[in-house]
């Protein structure tokens, strides 16, 4: 009976085990000094998983490489929870990225969960809640919380409003109350300087607004999207010959995503 109940024991915990990576998160690719998953040393290669609490000692940085090509660059003393991640080529309805940074800074390089739906996507700091499109940027919690976008755009958002901040711009939020605002490089405390400059200079991090592997998934999901946008144009002018133009305009939303899918497609 003990060898029987072990067996069923084994079978069970394989059975959680595929279920838990059955929307598996991430693969460690770089890391430099002491990172846990829980309490587990993380070692290259090692596969990280929804729901896993990623920590980083002094000194340390490791980066992340997610399943659907988005890369997240974890700085020294930095507590980040995977909160449910989600993505299957095949699937993209059932995509999710949700996050936690709780302590520290972290850099992101968006994916193909950003790429064919942005609004499933949100990074939860304590001070608010980004959302991205197409972005590479950075944040570091050092009181107040500080952001740098390096390509594309963010949104922050708290009970004080929503702010989005472009390339190039810096920005504070002050707490889970006030609206978030652009600062200057020169406002920047030693800490979030710091921080930004040893993120951005992190090897094997493809730079650009979107991380190797997800160009591909953006350009189909933007010539999907032109062809919906193209067919429901083509049902109104028939039901409503002569009226259509005035109200709806294909041209100009395609122009502004070829030219998005255009520039992914160099990281494909």
């Known amino acids: 009976m003990t060898g029987i109940r072990n067996a069923i024991t084994a079978l069970v915990a394989a059975a959680l085990l595929m279920a838990g990576n059955a929307f598996a998160a991430a693969n460690v690719q770089s890391l430099r000094g002491e990172v846990r998953a829980g309490n587990v040393q993380l070692a290259v290669k090692d596969r990280v998983t ?26 020294e003393n930095t507590v980040f929870r995977i909160v449910d991640f989600r993505y299957r080529e095949a699937e993209a309805g059932n995509d999710r990225a949700i996050f936690d940074l709780l302590r520290g800074a972290l850099r992101m390089i968006s994916g193909a969960v950003v790429a064919r739906n942005s609004g499933n996507f ?52 002050g707490s ?22 040893s993120m951005g200079a992190a090897a094997g991090v493809t730079a650009g607004g979107m991380a190797a592997g997800a160009g591909r998934a953006a350009l189909v999901a933007a010539i999907d999207g032109h062809f919906a946008s193209i067919a429901s144009w083509e049902r109104q002018r028939r039901t409503y010959p002569g ?10 939303p395609i122009s502004a ?8 497609m160099k990281a494909v």
């Open 50 to 75: 929804s729901g896993a609490v990623v920590t980083t000692g002094t000194g340390a940085q490791v980066v992340l490489r997610f399943d659907d090509g988005q890369q997240v660059v974890l700085n």
């Open 122 to 173: 949100q990074l939860r700091i304590p001070q608010a809640t980004i959302g991205i499109r197409g972005t590479d940027f950075m944040v570091a919690l050092v009181n107040p919380a500080y952001t740098n976008v390096l390509h594309g755009a963010i949104s922050v958002s708290n009970s004080g409003g929503t702010t989005v901040f472009g390339a190039g711009s810096f920005g504070s939020i």
């Open 176 to 197: 889970a109350s006030a609206l978030p605002v652009a600062v200057s490089p020169s406002a920047l405390p030693g800490a979030a300087s710091s921080a930004f400059s």
């Open 257 to 264: 995503s070829v030219a998005i899918s255009a520039g992914a």
């Open 243 to 252: 009226g259509v133009a005035k109200s709806f305009s294909v041209m100009a």
